[in-house]
């Protein structure tokens, strides 16, 4: 990897999470198309990109009509339980979650067979525990053989768009502060 790669994977903070993944190589012809997925799990991610970009126009609604604001604020939440629903399928679909580093840039995995550097790999990925579901394009940016024969896949997205990229910013965050406040939770002394 490049010093020029290896700056930019660093401008992006990276946490320990699991995360629900399917990982499958793209052909040369196909990686200039998104991969072909299920339809339920093409739901969920919809889903939650509309979810997030309307979240500013939901700000704004409430300054003017709050009683429109509340019954969009419920019909969201009706969706949102929908979401779930869908989400719980598509993880049947996608096996138990795995331990993965994140970041807005990539994802680093473990996988039972390499990669080849550069290859062009399609990952759904379930992002608990609110279930939303990415379909993503990334490329290998290095594949190490594990102690326990295991490959350790590091990857980074590949025209990742704008909404799925803050969907992921989001989410780092969010993990990254409940860390925290686990961290500081354990090393509090208990009170008497």
Not at 5 to 21: F, K, P, T, W
Request: with cysteine; glycine share 4%.
């Amino acid at each position: 990897m490049s010093t020029l790669d290896e700056e930019r994977r660093r401008e992006y903070y990276r946490i320990e999470d699991s995360v629900a993944l399917e990982i499958n190589p793209l052909t040369e012809a196909a990686s200039c198309a998104m991969p072909r997925i299920t339809a339920l799990f093409e739901l969920l991610s919809e889903l939650h990109v509309s979810e997030f970009e309307s979240q500013h126009l939901l700000r704004q609604l409430d300054e003017r009509d709050r009683v429109l604001n509340s019954f969009l604020k419920a019909l969201s939440k009706r969706i949102d339980l929908l979401g779930q629903v869908v989400a719980h399928t598509a993880l049947g679909e996608l096996g138990t979650p795995q331990p993965v580093l994140l970041s807005e840039a990539g994802v680093q995995f473990h996988a039972a067979q390499p990669y080849a550097v550069d290859a062009l790999l399609s990952i759904k990925m379930v992002l608990m525990p609110q279930a939303a579901g990415m379909m993503l394009v990334a490329r290998v940016v290095s594949c190490e053989t594990r102690e326990d024969g295991d490959y350790e896949i590091d990857t980074e997205f590949v025209e990742l768009p704008d909404a799925q990229r803050q969907l992921l910013a989001r989410h780092v965050l969010q993990r990254q502060a409940q860390q925290r406040r686990q961290a500081l939770e354990q090393a509090e002394p208990p009170q008497s």
